[in-house]
């Protein structure tokens, strides 16, 4: 999904709103609000708007990212209940 951010010739963009900021992550902007309220997700505070840095929320995702683990085998195909 890509993210459409307008900037300058030559200026990269970095700070994004809400609506930008949840098409980003893959989620609602009423979702990020919640987060922000819970104060789960780093923001920027300008005055009355609420911004994100672009560099924190890739920091977020990889700090979120959970390793697979490896399950190990049945005995017979199925486990027994105890």
Same mark, same amino acid.
């Given at each position: 999904?890509?993210? $459409? +951010?307008?900037?300058?010739?030559?200026?990269?963009?970095?700070? +994004? !709103? *809400?609506?930008?900021?949840? /098409? &980003?992550?893959? !989620? #609602?902007?009423? #979702? @990020? &609000?919640?987060?922000?309220?819970?104060? /789960?997700?780093?923001?920027? $505070?300008?005055?009355?708007? *609420?911004?994100?840095? =672009? *560099?924190? +929320?890739? /920091? +977020? =995702?990889?700090?979120? $990212? *959970?390793?697979?683990? /490896?399950?190990?085998? @049945? %005995?017979?195909?199925?486990?027994? %209940? $105890?």
């Amino acid at each position: 999904m890509a993210v $459409k +951010l307008r900037a300058s010739p030559g200026k990269q963009v970095r700070l +994004l !709103t *809400v609506r930008q900021a949840a /098409e &980003y992550l893959g !989620t #609602t902007p009423s #979702t @990020l &609000y919640s987060k922000i309220w819970r104060r /789960e997700v780093p923001f920027i $505070k300008w005055g009355r708007s *609420v911004r994100f840095d =672009i *560099v924190d +929320l890739d /920091e +977020l =995702i990889a700090k979120s $990212k *959970v390793a697979p683990q /490896e399950v190990p085998a @049945l %005995r017979d195909g199925f486990q027994r %209940r $105890k």
